[in-house]
């Protein structure tokens, strides 16, 4: 993978199974901002891309709520993952059946609220 102009890859989160494997990259520009990147097959909006997306061969960015969103420490899992923000929010993603990420609701884009 080429990373973009200007960045340094910090971190990197994989899960895998035959018919799921994701990955999630965090990289930093120049000014210090970081950024986390996806890729992987999900049918569940693991990704955190959208969730109609459920196959990417190449890295995206995953768009936060808020512009000054940072998360500090992720775990990703086979249909899930969950995230501990700068402000010491929890966020999840992915599968949502039976509530497993503590929500009651369903997420737009593949990103729910802390």
Do not use: C
């Amino acid at each position: 993978m080429t990373l973009p102009k200007g960045t340094k890859a910090r971190r990197a989160w994989a899960a895998t199974s035959p018919e799921h494997p994701v990955a999630f990259l965090e990289l930093e520009d120049e000014a210090g901002a970081k950024a986390i990147y996806s890729a992987g097959k999900s049918e569940k909006g693991l990704l955190g891309q959208d969730n109609k997306v459920v196959e990417s061969s190449q890295f995206k960015q995953i768009k936060y709520p808020s512009t000054g969103l940072v998360y500090e420490t992720l775990a990703v899992g086979l249909d899930s993952a969950m995230a501990i923000d700068s402000a010491g929010h929890l966020w999840g993603w992915g599968y949502n059946g039976n509530h497993r990420l503590g929500l009651s609701d369903i997420s737009e884009n593949g990103i729910h609220r802390p």
